[in-house]
């Protein structure tokens, strides 16, 4: 019977409610006999690799909670496996602890440089060790759970047509998106991940100091046709203040909001308004926009020829003679249409 199944009193310190995957590192199985029987009693699912190279394909395949790692190992030490952990999204959130008989200040460094999270000595002492885990187990638990948390607010928010990305502000890279936000800046930028599309980068550098105090900076719009993406800066994320964070004036990761509009009411607006047919109407429409009969045909797939007849009925009907009267009109009937201002 699992004791984590049952109230009953568990025989080791710290150890977890639910069965937990253990990777145990270290080129001397003997070293670490009496550890794993202990961790495997206790209900820990307990796996092993006896080098670095096994350690790293182990964890990547595994994805164990956490990593007892031996420190000095032939070929690839511990050092360099808990490195190259920590260098993959994959793993990087898995807690290491080192084992070594190492006791000097120098190499105890190195083992937190390097991404440990603590450290035991050798001979192993179980009970030590899994007092240790359970500490950290607990941190990586909490972590996650709040990460998944956030993750699955920010994706809530695709339901309701708000669309968020994280942005880095010192490399304007492009480190986390929603699904809607993927499919949006594909269609208005045609950019990727990792890539943030130049304009949003700009924006949000020229924009940092507002945000930093706390002022809330004017919004980018994008338009695309009758449709536009607005993005709103919306705070800061990560913890800025903790050691190896973004130095002062780089700027951090930044949480930013989109939204999609149309104006598909606008059009309809302004075709009843002035009993446009619904061609008419978005001629009409892109004429308020400032764009010439050649741009316009590009938009709408029709010639130039074709905007020119178009515009000489919507003359007609509006009782003017020039498009700058027609745009006028437009605009002072149907206000949606006035310019949106992005940053």
Request: aromatic content about 4%.
């Amino acid at each position: 019977m699992n004791p984590f199944a049952s109230n009953a009193p568990n025989e080791y310190p710290g150890t977890p409610s639910d069965a937990l995957v253990v990777l145990i590192v270290d080129d001397v199985p003997d070293n670490v006999a009496p550890l794993h029987d202990a961790l495997d009693e206790a209900g820990y699912t307990v796996l092993v690799a006896l080098d670095g190279e096994a350690a790293i394909r182990r964890a990547t395949q595994a994805l164990p909670d956490l990593v007892l790692l031996d420190a000095v190992m032939p070929g690839l030490d511990g050092f360099e496996v808990a490195r190259r952990l920590k260098a993959n999204p994959a793993t990087a959130h898995i807690p290491i602890i080192f084992m070594t008989g190492l006791t000097e200040t120098e190499h105890l460094v190195a083992a937190l440089d390097a991404g440990g999270a603590d450290y035991v000595t050798k001979p192993i002492k179980p009970r030590e060790v899994m007092a240790r885990m359970g500490v950290h187990l607990r941190t990586a638990r909490h972590v996650r759970q709040g990460a998944v948390e956030r993750s699955q607010a920010r994706n809530a928010l695709d339901a309701f047509g708000y669309a968020t990305i994280t942005v880095r502000a010192q490399d304007g890279r492009l480190m986390w998106q929603t699904p809607l936000a993927r499919d949006l800046l594909q269609r208005y930028c045609g950019t990727d991940a990792p890539h943030t599309p130049p304009a949003v980068v700009q924006w949000l550098r020229r924009h940092l100091g507002e945000a930093q105090a706390q002022r809330e900076p004017p919004r980018l719009t994008l338009e695309n046709g009758p449709r536009r993406l607005t993005f709103r800066l919306h705070q800061q994320v990560g913890d800025q203040d903790a050691e190896g964070s973004e130095a002062p004036g780089e700027g951090g990761d930044w949480l930013i909001v989109m939204q999609e509009t149309s104006d598909a009411s606008v059009l309809e607006a302004m075709a009843h308004a002035f009993a446009l047919t619904a061609r008419e109407a978005e001629v009409l429409y892109w004429v308020a926009k400032g764009k010439i009969n050649r741009d316009i045909g590009d938009i709408l797939g029709s010639s130039p020829a074709t905007v020119k007849k178009h515009l000489e009925r919507i003359y007609a009907k509006l009782g003017v003679e020039t498009r700058t009267a027609a745009a006028a009109m437009a605009i002072n009937r149907v206000p949606l249409l006035q310019p949106q201002h992005g940053g």
